[in-house]
């Protein structure tokens, strides 16, 4: 398996950094972060995140707080809480990336 870390092929494991590694899990790769947050890549496209109880109530964007209250998940970078996933994703996305649409953004 390929993988690509900051423009660079590097084989798995990986550490990024002291806090970030890369590694193979359930046929995929999966970013580990020291705080209990995995990303989860499948080789089908489909990302799965996974979080420790210690950020209960410290995540924000597409992913929702994680607090145990849905209704208070789609919340935009501004704090609004809005109804509609698609526009949660969009006000989230990253400006520096290509692909993104950041004219749409308002």
């Known amino acids: 398996m ?3 870390v900051n423009g660079r092929s590097v084989q798995l494991p990986a550490n990024v950094s002291d806090a970030v590694s890369v590694i193979e899990s359930q ?6 972060q020291a705080s209990g947050m995995q990303v989860l890549f499948s080789p089908s496209g489909e990302v799965t995140l996974r979080v420790g109880e210690s950020l209960a109530n410290k995540l924000c964007a597409p992913c929702g707080n ?3 209250d849905v209704s208070d998940d789609l919340q935009l970078p501004s704090g609004q809480i809005v109804g509609n996933i ?3 994703i969009d006000a ?6 290509l692909g993104c649409h950041a004219s749409n953004i308002v």
């Open 66 to 68: 994680f607090n145990g």
């Open 2 to 4: 390929e993988t690509w």
């Open 86 to 88: 698609a526009e949660v």
């Open 27 to 32: 046929g995929g790769v999966a970013v580990v």
């Open 92 to 97: 989230w996305k990253a400006r520096d990336f």
